[in-house]
């Protein structure tokens, strides 16, 4: 296993790489000079050109890129051209919160999703699989930002129960935190639920269909334990990389849901960042985002191995 | 028989009663500021923070009139080439540092000679600093400049002290250490910025919360659904379509003043080879565009009539709006007659890029509609504002639609835009009479002269419309009905002297 994992490791660097080089050129490609937007309404051009000096922004682009590896490697990521924040300590501001966020969405959407995909595979044909359905399809197509101020005005403005938006840090007020986020999450959550139903209920469906299962009711099992051991372990594989790659892109940030509940996550930085060409945040939140998500991936790889150990090593 | 546990109760109750709570205002802003330096900073929502944070040398009142605040007094040199100032006594900064006529020198020298200054075309007139006491400095200019105590009443004059700016250099804006009512505690990117009331603030009676806690919230409608909901106390920049449901609400109040600034359409008549068609080479092409668009028509579709329709770079309220070219009414009559004139009886094409928000667009449709019944069809062009800054500033274009934050004194507002090869003159415009007219403006002190001066350049600018002025953004502010005591600026600010929350 020890030997897989650091394949894998292995394997991830070119990829790292090749995502660092494509989002530095990219960047560099959009229209829109970062010295403008960092100028303001100064338009002295000494001025100008002391900040183009000073960003490296006149040395050509693979130049800029070398630089920037080269400080990256030493665990500096640059500073944020609009707040003269270093850009790691950005990432570690913002990390938490995202990580909460995601967390607690995915664990909603689990609780939805899977046992209605579960109930629903189960009972194929009949009005419960149809409701499940239904809710679920409403899930993924209303809009985020929608939902999201319909239950601010529901929630907070008339019933007054959660806060409307804001966030607050888990270590200092655990309970606070977990109300500030419970909307935003549920949010995101539904969403996801959606997709987790749809991917459980097919993934059980063909389960249930194959000859150990009628092997298994014909022992005499009950039927929970069919249901619950034998069909829904089974089908787990393709569900938990469904779930590892919806975390991963959690981890890129809700963008709509952070700027609807104004919760200081990735979303949010990286959104102002491209808007202000920020390129060293963006550079950084990408790099971030890229080994998350090879994280994810590597995670998956594992779980299958445990779920099922025929897998082996191969 | 009164029991212990009662005793007890009664005497949480009476504390509770008694105890005075600490006040935090939190107000909600629509972005999230830039970095906290004065000298670095660009945008208008970060000067939001610092009317609480960092006080000027010179402060403005409603009408717009320049009053003492960290200098009490100022005199000219009869050759309006000197300025001298007195300075408050028993001042000092946030970190104890004592606030004297070498501060105000040292942070001079750091608004203009820091590389990462923004302030430097502000403060360009000043050639020398002298500190003639403890509490007077005296600065002398290369030329007489009217413009240079409207700036000391903004970004120019902020007072940051010098303890720590020697420390911090450009990193100052992670800690910013001022004068004013309240001191830096902590800013979370996006999230929050919580300042806290300065005990030894040289005006601390005027002051009456205890810390205020600014959180961006972008989006309109959950900044004012946080208001009701009781997360905030205040918050800026309503949308002008929530007026009437905030005016409907018993619990929130309003309040507004029209803006120092202008929107407008920017053409370009001499930037590059983007000036090279008949709308930036013929003249009478942009006043049949200006006469086919009914301003006030804007103002109700797109504003619900909250702002105030404009056609020169003043808005109507200001004391430098020339009376004599009211807010034209339109005309498409006249309209087709001068494009006919031009040669384009058949009707003309002409392109002008929008940012690509909602509201922006939104108002260049309705332009785009009103213009298409006087013959003038407008293909619009979305861009992200980073790239329409650009293009504009490169010539790429041939009309914009942006606008200008604006300036306490009227040059802000105009110099940079119409003089020949000016700091912003996007469009290209270079006319000799306007030059001169609007340098003896800025250089004369004398209130009649300038504005003779601007009333002159307006008759050559009003036909040669290198900026089509549409309207002027109305600031507007919601409020909980226990926030008492707020006075609405034209600057936009949010000065918190003399406000209360009664609970």
């Known amino acids: 296993m020890l030997a897989f994992i650091g394949r894998r490791i292995l394997i991830a660097i070119p990829t790292i790489i090749l995502i660092s080089i494509f989002v530095f050129t990219l960047q560099h490609l959009l229209p829109g000079d970062p010295i403008l937007v960092l100028a303001g309404e100064e338009r002295d051009p000494e001025v100008l050109e002391f900040l183009r000096e000073k960003y490296r922004l006149n040395d050509p682009i693979p130049i800029q890129y070398l630089a920037w590896v080269g400080n990256a490697l030493q665990g500096d990521l640059g500073i944020s051209f609009r707040t003269n924040q270093p850009v790691l300590e950005l990432i570690g501001e913002k990390l938490p919160v995202t990580l909460q966020l995601a967390t607690m969405a995915l664990i909603i959407a689990m609780v939805i999703g899977i046992p209605a995909g579960v109930l629903s595979a189960y009972k194929k044909g009949t009005w419960i699989d149809w409701v499940a359905n239904v809710v679920a399809l409403s899930g993924l197509s209303v809009p985020n930002f929608w939902l999201g101020i319909m239950m601010i005005l529901l929630v907070s403005v008339k019933l007054g129960w959660l806060p409307a938006s804001g966030y607050q840090p888990f270590a200092e007020d655990p309970l606070q935190s977990i109300k500030t986020m419970l909307m935003p999450a549920f949010v995101l959550g539904t969403a996801i639920a959606a997709t987790l139903m749809r991917h459980t209920r097919s993934a059980m469906l063909s389960v249930l269909k194959s000859d150990y299962i009628r092997t298994a009711r014909a022992k005499g099992l009950a039927e929970h334990v069919v249901l619950i051991k034998h069909a829904l372990r089974n089908a787990l594989v393709p569900i938990v990389t469904v779930t590892t790659l919806i975390f991963g892109e959690l981890l890129a940030g809700a963008v709509l849901t952070e700027q609807i509940f104004t919760i200081p996550g990735f979303g949010k930085l990286v959104v102002d960042a491209v808007f202000n060409r920020d390129y060293a945040v963006v550079q950084g939140i990408v790099l971030c985002t890229g080994v998350a998500f090879i994280f994810m991936n590597l995670l998956a790889d594992v779980a299958y191995r445990v779920l099922n150990p025929r897998m082996g090593d191969k | 028989m009164l029991k212990p546990r009662h005793i007890a109760l009664a005497l949480a109750f009476g504390l509770a009663a008694t105890a005075v709570q600490a006040q935090d205002m939190r107000i909600g802003l629509q972005e999230d500021p830039d970095v906290l330096d004065p000298d670095q900073s660009r945008t208008f929502v970060g000067r939001i923070v610092y009317a609480s944070m960092c006080d000027k040398l010179v402060d403005i009142t409603p009408g717009l009139e320049i009053i003492p605040q960290l200098a009490t007094g100022w ?26 006529a070498e501060a105000v020198a040292a942070n001079i020298d750091r608004s203009q000679n820091l590389p990462e200054s923004r302030r430097k075309s502000e403060l360009s007139s000043i050639t020398g600093v002298e500190v003639v006491d403890e509490y007077a400095i005296s600065f002398s200019l290369d030329a007489p400049d009217a413009t240079l105590l409207a700036q000391f009443a903004d970004r120019s004059g902020m007072m940051l002290s010098p303890t720590a ?13 001022c004068s004013g009512p309240f001191s830096f505690v902590e800013r979370i990117q996006q999230d929050r910025i919580v300042l806290e009331r300065f005990d030894d603030y040289w005006n601390a009676d005027a002051i009456n919360v205890d810390s205020v806690t600014f959180l961006p919230i972008p989006d309109t409608t959950v900044r004012l659904a946080n208001l009701r909901a009781g997360d905030l106390n205040m918050l800026e920049r309503l949308a002008a379509t929530d007026v009437a449901s905030v005016q409907g609400d018993d619990g929130l109040t309003m309040e507004q003043a029209v803006s120092l600034g202008y929107q407008g359409i920017t053409i370009n008549v001499g930037n590059g080879a983007g000036a090279d068609n008949p709308l930036g080479q013929d003249a009478r092409i942009r006043q049949a565009l200006s006469l086919a668009i009914d301003r006030n028509v804007i103002n109700q579709v797109v504003f619900e009539g909250a702002f105030a329709p404009g056609n020169q770079p003043f808005p109507p309220t200001s004391p430098w709006y020339n009376d004599a070219y009211p807010v034209p009414e339109r005309d498409v009559e006249a309209a087709r007659a001068l494009l006919a004139e031009a040669g384009f009886a058949d009707g003309i094409n002409i392109t002008v890029q929008v940012a690509n928000n909602p509201v922006q667009q939104q108002m260049m449709q309705v332009v785009q509609a009103m213009a298409s019944e006087a013959g003038i069809n407008i293909e619009l062009q979305a861009k992200e504002f980073a790239t329409l800054l650009a293009d504009q500033s490169a010539g790429e274009y041939q009309a914009s639609q942006v606008g200008w934050s604006g300036r306490v004194d009227p040059d802000g507002n105009i110099h940079q835009f119409m003089t020949t090869g000016g700091g912003i003159n996007d469009s290209g415009y270079s006319n000799p009479e306007v030059d001169r007219l609007l340098n003896e403006a800025r250089t004369s002190t004398d209130t ?17 419309l290198p900026i089509i002025y549409l309207y002027h953004v109305t600031w507007i502010w919601a409020l909980d009905d226990a926030v008492q005591g707020f006075v ?11 406000v209360t929350i009664n609970e």
């Open chain 2, 165 to 177: 700016f020697g420390e911090a250099g450009i990193d100052f804006g992670l800690k910013p250490v």
């Open chain 2, 448 to 464: 009649e002269v300038r504005v003779a001066s601007y009333n002159a350049a307006r008759d050559i600018l009003i036909e040669d």
């Open chain 2, 488 to 498: 609405p600026y034209p600057d936009g600010m949010i000065r918190l002297e003399g």
């Open chain 2, 75 to 100: 005199e000219w040199s009869d050759d309006g080439l000197t300025l001298t100032m007195t300075l408050r006594e028993g001042v000092t900064f946030h970190d104890g540092t004592a606030f004297n």
